[in-house]
């Protein structure tokens, strides 16, 4: 079964991993549910966008899979998919916290040395779609999608001997790209399937130990405590990545069978109630759903650009420019709304590490985060 957090049920093309799990097959007008499948990899059995369920009708399927889940919510009941978890250490109060987002174990699939073209023959990507560039020295600016992050939501790659991560996590707009060093030796990460305060939760493939995505830190498992670098990574629209980069490289679109460009999360952002979240709402009454420029454990509300392009406090500049569509509102991402480019500094014009994030995610994650209102 491919769910995409709720929102989307389409079959998926599954890697021969052995015995698989029941599959849900859309027609024109019905939906009916297959019993487990063996042996071979189950192929494509039909991509409709009709086959799209709306937020309306989804989540209350999703949010009835999370009280079933808030039964069972403890490692007994987990370790049958998760034999080589160590759950005897973890920094999370209460297992409670942790709930299924409606995929199983990789139902999300991340994806692994991906290919890329040169900027200048992509053909498909709309001018507006966001996309994460990531830069590092010695290699050629690259673009990933988020377009394709949307559906896979992990990219482990290597970009100039560098072994990356770069992440997306649609419930909480977080794009945050990791360097997969450790003290514990190079990690790679897939999809758990387990949401907490609406964050996606990752594994790392050696240990199977549980990473908090938002935060880069494992939670559950052998590795528990250890926090992944952050890259400065940011969020641009396709546009603005060629202009800035012409011989840049764009990721290649998957092989999987998605309708990429497609938005499954159609007009979340601007939702007043955060997807399968009971946490405490954001002080100052500032919308749970607004994004937030995150540096450290700092917050800038983005209402603050409203009236200015440029902001410069606490030791960092933060520029907006305007050209980027949001990739949660719109069915197609490239007709979102505008939200514009934010891109943060030091004093010495580096890039920094940051994120963008709603509101309610960095309350979570954050209590004691202070909160820029330019006060």
Known sequence: ???????????????????????????????????????????????????????????????????????????????????????????????????????????????????????????????????????????????????YLTWHEIVNDTVAGVPIAVTFCPLCNSGITFDRRTRHGVLSFGVSGKLRNSDMVMYDRQTESWWQQALGEAIVGDLTGTVLDTLPTWMESWAQFKERNPQGLVMKEPSWSRDYGRNPYRNYDSSKQPFLYNGEMPPHGIPPLMRVVRVGDRAWPMSRFDTQQKISEAGVTLTWSKGQASALDASRIDQGREVGTIRVRDASGRDLPHDMLFAFAFHAFWPDGRWMLGQ
């Open 1 to 147: 079964m491919d769910v995409i957090r709720g929102f989307l049920v389409i079959d998926r093309e599954v890697p021969d991993r052995g015995p698989g799990r029941g599959g849900r097959v859309c027609t024109d007008d019905q939906t009916r549910v297959r019993g487990a499948r063996q042996g071979p990899p189950a192929r494509r059995i039909l991509k409709k966008r009709g086959c799209a369920m709306t937020f309306r009708t989804t989540i209350l399927a999703a949010v009835c899979a999370a009280l079933a889940t808030l039964a069972t919510a403890e490692p007994r009941a987990w370790q049958g998919e998760w034999p080589d978890t160590n759950f005897n250490k973890t920094t999370v109060d209460a297992w409670s916290e942790i709930l299924s987002g409606g995929p199983p174990k990789d139902g999300i699939p991340a994806l692994d040395n991906p290919g890329f073209i040169p900027a200048a023959r992509e053909t498909r990507i709309g001018a507006r779609e966001p996309v994460i560039t990531v830069e590092i020295r010695g290699a050629e600016p690259r673009a990933y999608p988020i377009r």
